[in-house]
């Protein structure tokens, strides 16, 4: 991350962030294929934030420009996260794996 915040002032901070933060979820999402017949919160809950986060990235291309594009990504993603983990918690007692995502995601962004 604060090899990240480097390279933010010269423009590609959020691409490489998004970047490496598409494959952190395309790797769990392969990964919560098989915890999803135990509980479909978690596949919903990945593949909401694989939506957003494609449609911000879009956003953040032009403010990349100006090298504050990685920060506010990151900033947007956390509060999407926070927001969506207090509505997965109504998911969790009916599908574990919704939490367990959720839980990997924040802790490994």
Known sequence: MNLQMGISSKGLGALLALKWLFTSVRSSMNLQMGISSKGL???L???WLFTS???SMNLQMGI???GLGAL???KWLFTSVRSIVAFQMGI???GLGALLALKW???SV
């Open 41 to 43: 919160g978690a596949l």
């Open 45 to 47: 809950a990945l593949k």
């Open 92 to 94: 969790s007692s009916k």
């Open 105 to 107: 995601l924040i802790t």
């Open 53 to 55: 986060v494609r449609s």
């Open 64 to 66: 990349s420009s100006i």
């Open 72 to 74: 506010l990504a990151l």
